[in-house]
């Protein structure tokens, strides 16, 4: 959108703004100025038919407004935007025929002091759907599992019930049947929710007069005050300020007319649903030793029981990784963040429900932006934002990959629908991003991809396809890309996985070394650590061999391809020395490592546990070292003191042996902070039955060190460097070292 269509934009909405607050005034005057001057003079009475229904017809008028203009967004708008402005119409209809009841019951010659339950329903009846509107809003994609959809109503509902024992104690009035308290008490309830709720989805958003959200926060707000302040004076008897406190619903209703003239920021309230819940938990918390004080004895152990709940749920959010941070230009995730959600995605994904991955380009926007400046560039990212996001699917998470790259994921209908969604994206994106255009690159979940980096660099690889070859939409299909080929001079996924596959199936490329494991006193080996080597173009190191096979959905393959390779080279270990082989949780909880050590007897075998990950099933892990332990094999926890080894990964795995990390070992004679911390970690093995092993070390001065300290176990290049030579080898230089000298390096 250019300049001058914005200015004219903003100009007609402030006009509009400007009638908008006339009409309030109007409305205000003739419906509470009229019969307040009645009143002041004597020619009514406060309680009179005429004042009552005056009122009334004011709010309801109004409500009858903002009605209208939801219903018009509502049909301008698309997708969750649509649905979100029609719930919150009909909310505002349910609210206009509220009026029609109560003014009903005045009529029929009831008090306005003492309405019965019949005659608010209308009320009542539109807050489910205001609430529901907001629910939607803060509704993530694929990874809106239904145990988190259901934890987040649990959470609101305990909310809910303390937030109602507060209320209630204060301003329950027991000469009232108990249908016209609950009447009375459920709209003030509902707004401090509607409030929580707003501010939750909002919260961190970038927030102006040009965006519907900030409006219906003031409307909820105006609401909730004089539904408070409505109820407490109901039921004090306050005739007279009810009527004029009841003006605060004719302000509500009007900014809500002014939200639905403006665009809903949709992504930015998605983006922040676990925040959300969050913030009730943290306020129902509060509000729990308030219900607890002012509530009856009867209804104080429900408070407790409900701070209770929503103490242990705060506490699993904390611990929970934040993953909302959102693009301060647009609102959707940033990069990284849509990344993780993306592997939350993928997580989640089957055959049975696939998901897919929408990933929108826009050609030639560097060169645009620099010729028109970085104003220009920044309104048309945040138009084509809008538009993407308003003709998007349901349930989407929204991502902005890069500075013209936006992505969505979702849940898969067929491949039919996919494309239809990739085509229309690829139209408005167009048209907003004009005179540039759009391409579009579909990665269905989880069949072209297993992990989030590789649906990323999968989605990569198809738009150079289709920049390439001139299309505006092109599918990975697996690597087939519909029919195109990969991009010279580019390597594509396919040919990565090749690559991988090769390595794997070569009897060459992959070699197994042996470093020895050492008595620290007295340098006899007790056993070798299996590392592998991979001699291969490029010339990677093994950890990076293994990262590029974890991406390409073939990590496991590798990883077991290795221990298979170790676990041969056994039976060249003679005596009581053992063989540890590095395999990481997925690949242990693989049934392919059972093929990989095709043996019931596992005696002299150790299982080192390499983890770049947390582990997220102990129980199943446990599980399988259980089976391993059975047949013979013991266990080593890797790297202890950096990554996410962890005090309670040794908890829960119980290792056999646990490996020293050697930032700890590096400087360890000449640092004197690290020896508390390997005297720490050498109390730990011992209470916790395991041998600890030192590794990397590679000068005297840290081999005297780890001795004085008592640490039983080592390995490093000044102990023996990892050699293709068999155990012989080693144990000749053993001897040889014993008869020279304690400390003479085995090299």
């Not at 962890?646 to 042996?657: A, N």
Request: proline letters at 4%.
């Amino acid at each position: 959108m250019s300049a001058p269509d914005v200015a004219t934009r903003s100009v007609a909405s402030t006009t509009s703004d400007r009638i908008l607050v006339a009409l309030g005034v109007g409305i205000l005057f003739v419906f509470w100025g009229f019969p307040s001057s009645l009143l002041a003079s004597g020619h009514a009475a406060s309680d009179s038919l005429f004042v009552g229904l005056s009122v009334v017809l004011g709010y309801s008028l109004t409500a009858a407004i903002a009605a209208v203009a939801a219903w018009s967004s509502c049909r301008r708008a698309a997708g969750i935007e649509s649905k979100t402005w029609r719930l919150t119409a009909i909310g505002l209809t349910l609210w206009t025929s509220g009026g029609i009841a109560y003014a009903t019951y005045l009529i029929s010659g009831g008090d306005p002091l003492a309405p019965p339950a019949w005659s608010q329903l209308g009320y009542l009846a539109a807050y489910p759907f205001w609430y529901l509107a907001l629910w939607g809003l803060r509704q993530p994609a694929l990874t809106a599992s239904r145990g988190r959809r259901v934890e987040s109503a649990a959470v609101e509902v305990t909310v809910f019930l303390i937030v109602g024992i507060v209320v209630g104690s204060v301003i329950w009035n027991p000469a009232w049947p108990i249908g016209q308290n609950v009447a009375q008490l459920i709209p003030a309830i509902m707004d401090v929710l509607l409030l929580a709720t707003f501010y939750g989805a909002v919260r961190r958003s970038r927030l102006s007069a040009t965006t519907a959200l900030s409006w219906l926060g003031y409307a909820f707000a105006a609401l909730a005050l004089t539904d408070i302040s409505v109820t407490a004076l109901v039921s004090h008897q306050g005739v007279v300020f009810v009527g004029a406190t009841t003006m605060g619903y004719v302000v509500a209703m009007l900014l809500a007319v002014m939200a639905s003239r403006r665009p809903l920021r949709v992504a930015e309230a998605q983006n922040r649903a676990r925040g959300t819940t969050g913030i009730l938990a943290a306020g129902g918390l509060m509000m729990s030793g308030v219900a607890f004080a002012v509530s009856p004895v009867m209804l104080r152990p429900l408070a407790l029981v409900g701070g209770a709940l929503l103490t242990a749920r705060i506490i699993t959010i904390l611990n929970e990784r934040d993953n909302s941070d959102g693009d301060p230009l647009t609102g959707f995730l940033e990069s990284r963040a849509f990344e993780r959600h993306l592997g939350g995605v993928i997580q989640l994904s089957s055959e049975d429900r696939p998901g897919v991955l929408l990933v929108i380009d826009l050609c030639g926007f560097g060169a645009w932006n620099a010729r028109n400046g970085y104003a220009a560039g920044d309104r048309m990212l945040v138009d084509v934002a809008k538009v993407l996001e308003s003709n998007g699917p349901d349930a989407a998470a929204w991502g902005r990959l890069r500075a013209d790259r936006f992505a969505v994921t979702t849940v898969s209908r067929d491949a039919a629908s996919d494309r239809a969604r990739a085509d229309l994206l690829q139209r408005v994106a167009t048209k907003a991003a004009a005179p540039l255009t759009a391409r579009v690159a579909v990665v269905e979940l989880p069949r072209d991809a297993t992990g989030a980096a590789q649906a990323l660099d999968a989605a990569d690889e198809a738009l150079r396809a289709a920049s390439a070859s001139g299309r505006n939409i092109v599918a990975y299909s697996i690597g087939g890309m519909d029919g195109l080929s990969p991009v010279p001079g580019y390597a594509s996924l396919g040919a990565r996985r090749e690559k991988i596959q090769a390595l794997i199936a070569s009897t060459e490329s992959i070699q197994i070394v042996l470093q020895p494991i050492v008595h620290v006193e007295t340098l006899n080996i007790c056993g070798f650590e299996a590392l592998s080597r991979f001699h291969t173009d490029p010339r990677h190191g093994p950890d990076e061999w293994i990262s590029e096979a974890t991406l390409l959905g073939l990590g496991t393959d590798l990883e077991i391809e290795c221990a298979h390779r170790a676990w041969r080279r056994r039976h060249e270990i003679g005596g009581a020395a053992h063989i540890a082989i590095n395999v990481s949780p997925e690949a242990i909880m693989s049934e392919m490592l059972n093929d990989a050590i095709d043996s019931e007897n596992l005696e002299g075998l150790v299982i080192e546990i390499t983890e770049h990950e947390r582990v997220l099933n102990y129980p199943r892990l446990a599980a399988r070292l259980a089976g391993l332990r059975g047949r013979g094999a013991k266990i080593a926890v890797d790297d202890m003191g950096a990554g996410h080894a962890s005090l309670s990964h040794l908890i829960e795995l119980k290792p056999d042996f646990i490996k020293l990390d050697r930032k700890l070992v590096t400087g360890l004679d000449l640092e004197p902070g690290k020896h508390a911390l390997v005297r720490n970690m050498l109390r730990l093995s011992s209470d916790l039955g395991a041998s600890l092993i030192a590794e990397g070390i590679e000068t005297m001065g840290e081999l005297t060190a780890l001795r004085e300290l008592g640490v039983p176990l080592g390995q490093g290049y000044f102990l023996g460097r990892p050699t293709v030579e068999t155990a012989e080898h080693f144990e000749r230089l053993a001897a040889a070292a014993a008869l020279r000298a304690p400390s003479y390096p085995m090299v």
